[in-house]
């Protein structure tokens, strides 16, 4: 049926696509990070919140630009950084240092149900739990006002 | 009913006969019958269509991951069902049909990227949509698929910015030079050879050396493609000449009025590009003579030292003056060189003459030039008529 072909194609691709982030929770570890809200949501993008991570700062040693990192449990169970370099290696989360604070593509955004972004956004202490696997690739899976 | 009606009350007129009628009805009944949607059915169809995209709507925050992503499948599915049974049924528009499922597979990456949190300022989606609007266009061959291709492409060369990788440009030159070789249409032969120059451009984020000269560079590369497949070079001709008459003007105009000190100039790469540029001249003087005009631009180089851009000026002018020239011996179609002459002189003017000059003086010259050109080219007509007659 070669009529169907480019349907199956194009099935198959957002399939592996879907897969490779239920991968990354079926074999990766599980960690939760403080995170703030730094910008309001985009009317155009639908309703996300921007987020930055306090607990994730890059050291004097790093060179500001790309870097990779991996990271841990800290001993208040919050994510902190384990291990940071200026050269990949296997398993490293790949992200950009600027003034010791730390971006990665995939921790950015989140996106959230309709009406709950004013609330986290007021809120400011926020926690986001992600999924990490074994070769870096993160998978966000929940925002939450945090506790301490 | 109404066609018999009219049948006999000809017949009673004595336009035709008996065996005419039956000839005719004869010959009505083997046409295929319209088959008609009932209206009701219509309606009721659109009105379940609205309910069930706003119950989906409705509650869409609360479905789990992968039935989101797999509801907007679905549809991508149903459309290209629909396109295959309009083709073999003929019934409605199958390109359309198939277009909405390839808009709903861009669809369908959009809503796993929300569902998943994965962040679309990348090119993913682009390369996705590039891809698979080629292979509908080369599969089933319609250009409305290169519309779609062209329009990702470019996409895919913006969201590369600002820092594209080497294998991803090479990546992206070998795709699209495979849809420049085997297209046979203009339309796919145009858009391809644009996006090989675009990706040309993207030089500028490739290589820590701010050239000022890439826009040559690729254009002279791309001569080679001529070399490549020649029996497109027809199809081709004006592009290379529009470009670079573009890329001349560009020069002149950002020479003229910009300070380029953010521009890595190299005294090697200058004369390079001239002597390059007397190559091209030759290959093209030999096999593509009409396109020779592009190696002017191997001057650029050199001629962009002098900050007053005297030189560019000069030879924007004498290119433009002999073009027109050499057209109007061949009887060759003079309006994109009066295009690019009229062109030509605002920038000049702009350029040398804007702050010194009243506005009204400035339109007044310009109206003027404007009025003696088109009175030479009234001329020329009127001549050519006269010789023809």
């Not at chain 1, 990070?33 to 306090?54: I, S, T």
């Not at chain 1, 398993?91 to 989140?110: H, K, M």
């Not at chain 2, 254009?219 to 070079?233: C, D, H």
Request: proline fraction near 4%; include cysteine; charged fraction near 15%.
């Amino acid at each position: 049926m070669k009529n169907f072909l480019f349907p199956f194609a194009q099935t198959l691709f957002v399939s592996i696509l879907v897969l490779s982030f239920y991968a990354i929770s079926w074999f990766g570890e599980s960690y939760v990070l403080r995170a703030e809200p730094y910008d309001p949501f985009d009317p155009f993008y639908g309703e996300y919140v921007m987020l930055q991570y306090p607990d994730l700062t890059a050291t004097d040693t790093i060179e500001p630009g790309t870097i990779y990192f991996t990271i841990k449990e800290g001993p208040d169970r919050f994510a902190v950084i384990d291990k940071i370099e200026n050269e990949p290696f296997f398993g490293a989360i790949r992200g950009y240092s600027y003034d010791n604070r730390i971006v990665t593509e995939q921790l950015e955004q989140f996106y959230v149900e309709q009406g709950l972004g004013p609330e986290l956004e007021d809120a400011r202490d926020l926690q986001l739990t992600v999924d990490v696997a074994p070769w870096g690739s993160i998978r966000p899976k929940d925002l939450e006002i945090r506790n301490e | 009913m109404e066609m018999k009606r009219k049948l006999y009350q000809w017949r009673d007129e004595g336009f035709i006969d008996q065996a005419s009628i039956e000839r005719i009805l004869a010959f009505e009944k083997q046409q295929p019958q319209k088959k008609k949607v009932p209206l009701l059915l219509m309606i009721s169809l659109i009105f379940l269509a609205l309910a069930i995209f706003s119950f989906i709507a409705a509650n869409w925050q609360l479905m789990p991951d992968l039935l989101k992503v797999s509801l907007v499948l679905l549809l991508m599915w149903i459309f290209y069902g629909l396109g295959y049974a309009a083709e073999r049924k003929q019934f409605g528009w199958p390109i359309l049909f198939r277009l909405i499922g390839l808009a709903m597979f861009a669809a369908s990456i959009i809503v796993t990227a929300q569902t998943f949190h994965f962040s679309l300022s990348n090119s993913v989606l682009p390369w996705a949509m590039f891809l698979a609007a080629l292979g509908h266009y080369f599969y089933w061959r319609h250009m409305s698929y290169t519309l779609v291709g062209f329009f990702f492409g470019l996409q895919v060369l913006t969201s590369a910015l600002p820092a594209i990788s080497w294998v991803e440009w090479g990546l992206f030159i070998a795709i699209t030079l495979a849809w420049f070789y085997f297209s046979k249409e203009a339309l796919p032969i145009v858009f391809s050879w644009l996006l090989l120059f675009g990706s040309g451009l993207m030089l500028w984020s490739l290589i820590d050396y701010t050239s000022a000269l890439w826009p040559i560079w690729t254009l002279f590369t791309l001569v080679f493609l001529l070399i490549l497949a020649p029996q497109k070079e027809p199809i081709l001709r004006p592009l290379y000449l529009i470009i670079g008459a573009i890329q001349l003007i560009v020069y002149l105009g950002v020479r003229g009025e910009a300070n380029l000190s953010f521009i890595d100039f190299s005294w090697l790469e200058v004369i390079l590009l001239a002597v390059v540029s007397i190559g091209i001249f030759g290959l093209c003087f030999i096999k593509f003579r009409t396109i020779s005009w592009i190696a002017i631009l191997g001057t650029v180089g050199l001629l962009l030292v002098d900050d007053t851009a005297i030189g560019i000026a000069i030879v924007a002018q004498l290119s433009a003056l002999s073009y027109l020239i050499m057209a109007q011996r061949q009887e060759r179609s003079l309006t994109l060189g009066f295009v690019y002459f009229i062109i030509v002189q605002f920038v000049i003017y702009v350029i040398y003459v804007w702050e010194r000059l009243d506005m009204s003086l400035f339109f007044l010259i310009g109206a003027l030039l404007l009025f003696i050109l088109s009175g030479i080219g009234w001329w020329i007509n009127r001549k050519k008529e006269g010789a023809i007659t």
